[in-house]
Structures are given as structure tokens and as C-alpha cells.
């Protein structure tokens, strides 16, 4: 279903400048459709967020594009998420090949989400809980990419990114963020590459906002 309107979300993706051919073919196979309320799904190939219930979002696809290739993934990476959602950003690096860890600190939605990847038999690992903290157990991270703003770069997370991974992360005010591509080149030694102008929900937790 709804294949010709991938194809044209995925020409929009490349004249907006994803040159990623993994990113682009995981776009064409993961049906975005699938992540979204029953009520909106003839927009799910449109470029832009769509609602998804408790005043959260199904990110833009475009953002979701740009982290992915931003993530310069390696064959097979193990990446944490922090902001399940949907699940779809989780589905795309599934789909590319990548083990990955995902954590939500809404329950419902984790629920709603763990749900539908057992009926899609989706193979990640969800958990419940403050993504800000990360998740100790399965640490380190080749890659950790988180899906809501906030104020600042978690420390935890820096500590559970391996040295030589990548992490990307939207840090702003609640209104408007800068996307910061980090490489950790050594224990104390860190890259930075901001791009502005992102909009994302709140990342509230320990190490993010504080309320909704
Ligand atoms: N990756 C998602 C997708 O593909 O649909 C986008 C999710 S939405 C933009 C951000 C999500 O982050 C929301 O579901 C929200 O509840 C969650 N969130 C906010 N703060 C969080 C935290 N500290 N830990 C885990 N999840 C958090």
C-alpha cells in the first residue's frame, strides 16, 4: 500500500539533500503508514510530523532521514534511542541492519509501540523509562541518537557512547533546537557539529527539562 506515495516522499528526501542510499532504500521499505494513527494515515507520506497521542509526534520524516544519515552507521552498529515514539525511527535502523535499543518514558505509548513490533515482528530492544539516564546494562553505544529536545547534552550518555561512536541529539530551548552531531574521539576529548533550526518535544528526565 501507499507505494507510489513513498516513492515521492523519497524524492522529496533527496531534493531536500539525503544522498544516503541505505537511509533512502530503508525509507522505501519500512511503511510509515504503519506507525501512525488509523485516522491520519492517507498523510503518513507527507514531510512533516503528524500527532500520535499524548501530545507527542511521529517526527518529520526529512529529520528522521537526517539523523539517520547523520549516524554514519557501520555494518551492524548498536545504537540506543531515547524517545521511542512510534517506533518508526527504530524501525528504519532495524530495517538498515542494527541492533538497537530503544527507550520511552511514556508507558502507554511504549506499550502501543512494543505491541505493534511483536504484530510487525520488529526485533529491538524497548524499555520503559528515562532515556536520559541511558541504559547502563547494554552499554557502551556504537551510536546514540535521541528524539527530543533538551536543555543540554546528557552526561550519562556521553559515558555510555563508545569512543570512536557518534551520538546526535537536538539541544535548545523548548521552542527551537540545534542538532549536534558529537564523535567521541577519546574519554575527555569530543567533536561538534551544530546545525541549526530543529523543533522537537520536550525531553523531560534527570538529565532534560524537568516538567511537561
Ligand atoms: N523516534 C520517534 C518516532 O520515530 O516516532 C519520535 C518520537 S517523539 C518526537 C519523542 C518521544 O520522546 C516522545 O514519545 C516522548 O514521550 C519521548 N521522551 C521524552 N523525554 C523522554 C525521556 N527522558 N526518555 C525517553 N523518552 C522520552
Same mark, same amino acid.
Request: charged share 25%.
Given at each position: 500500500?501507499?507505494?507510489?506515495? /513513498?516513492?515521492?516522499?523519497?524524492? #522529496? =528526501?533527496?531534493?531536500? $539533500?539525503?544522498?544516503?542510499?541505505? #537511509?533512502?532504500?530503508?525509507?522505501? %521499505?519500512?511503511?510509515? @503508514? =504503519?506507525?501512525?494513527?488509523?485516522?491520519?494515515?492517507?498523510?503518513?507520506?507527507?514531510?512533516?510530523?503528524?500527532?500520535?497521542? @499524548?501530545?507527542?509526534?511521529?517526527?518529520?520524516?526529512?529529520?528522521?532521514?537526517?539523523?539517520?544519515?547523520?549516524?554514519?552507521?557501520? !555494518? /551492524?552498529?548498536?545504537?540506543? !534511542? &531515547?524517545?521511542? $515514539?512510534? +517506533?518508526?525511527?527504530?524501525?528504519?535502523?532495524?530495517?538498515?541492519?542494527?541492533?538497537?535499543?530503544? &527507550?520511552?518514558?511514556?508507558? !502507554? &505509548?511504549?506499550? /502501543?509501540?512494543?505491541?505493534?513490533?511483536?504484530?510487525?515482528?520488529?526485533?529491538?530492544?524497548?524499555?520503559? +523509562?528515562?532515556?536520559?539516564?541511558?541504559?547502563?546494562?547494554?552499554?557502551?553505544?556504537? %551510536?546514540?541518537?535521541?528524539?527530543? +529536545? $533538551?536543555?543540554?547534552?546528557?552526561?550519562?550518555?556521553?559515558?555510555?557512547?563508545?569512543?570512536?561512536?557518534?551520538?546526535?541529539?537536538?539541544?535548545?530551548?523548548?521552542?527551537?533546537?540545534?542538532?549536534?552531531?558529537?564523535?567521541?574521539?577519546?574519554?575527555?576529548?569530543?567533536?561538534?557539529?551544530?546545525?541549526?533550526?530543529?523543533?522537537?518535544?520536550?525531553?523531560? +528526565?534527570?538529565?532534560?527539562?524537568?516538567?511537561?
Amino acid at each position: 500500500m501507499y507505494e507510489t506515495e /513513498r516513492q515521492e516522499l523519497i524524492k #522529496v =528526501l533527496i531534493g531536500k $539533500g539525503i544522498t544516503d542510499e541505505n #537511509v533512502l532504500k530503508a525509507f522505501f %521499505r519500512v511503511e510509515r @503508514h =504503519l506507525f501512525v494513527p488509523e485516522i491520519i494515515k492517507p498523510h503518513a507520506y507527507s514531510d512533516v510530523a503528524l500527532p500520535i497521542g @499524548h501530545e507527542q509526534t511521529i517526527s518529520q520524516p526529512y529529520t528522521v532521514a537526517f539523523m539517520t544519515q547523520a549516524l554514519e552507521l557501520d !555494518e /551492524r552498529c548498536k545504537i540506543l !534511542e &531515547i524517545g521511542t $515514539g512510534s +517506533g518508526f525511527q527504530a524501525a528504519i535502523l532495524v530495517d538498515m541492519g542494527m541492533k538497537v535499543y530503544s &527507550i520511552e518514558r511514556n508507558y !502507554e &505509548i511504549h506499550q /502501543r509501540t512494543q505491541k505493534l513490533f511483536d504484530d510487525l515482528g520488529i526485533r529491538a530492544a524497548l524499555i520503559y +523509562g528515562d532515556g536520559t539516564i541511558g541504559w547502563e546494562e547494554a552499554a557502551p553505544y556504537d %551510536r546514540i541518537i535521541v528524539t527530543a +529536545g $533538551g536543555p543540554e547534552v546528557p552526561k550519562r550518555l556521553l559515558k555510555q557512547l563508545a569512543v570512536g561512536g557518534k551520538m546526535v541529539i537536538p539541544v535548545g530551548d523548548r521552542n527551537s533546537q540545534t542538532m549536534q552531531i558529537i564523535t567521541k574521539i577519546s574519554e575527555t576529548e569530543l567533536l561538534k557539529k551544530e546545525i541549526p533550526n530543529f523543533k522537537f518535544v520536550p525531553l523531560i +528526565g534527570k538529565e532534560g527539562w524537568k516538567n511537561e
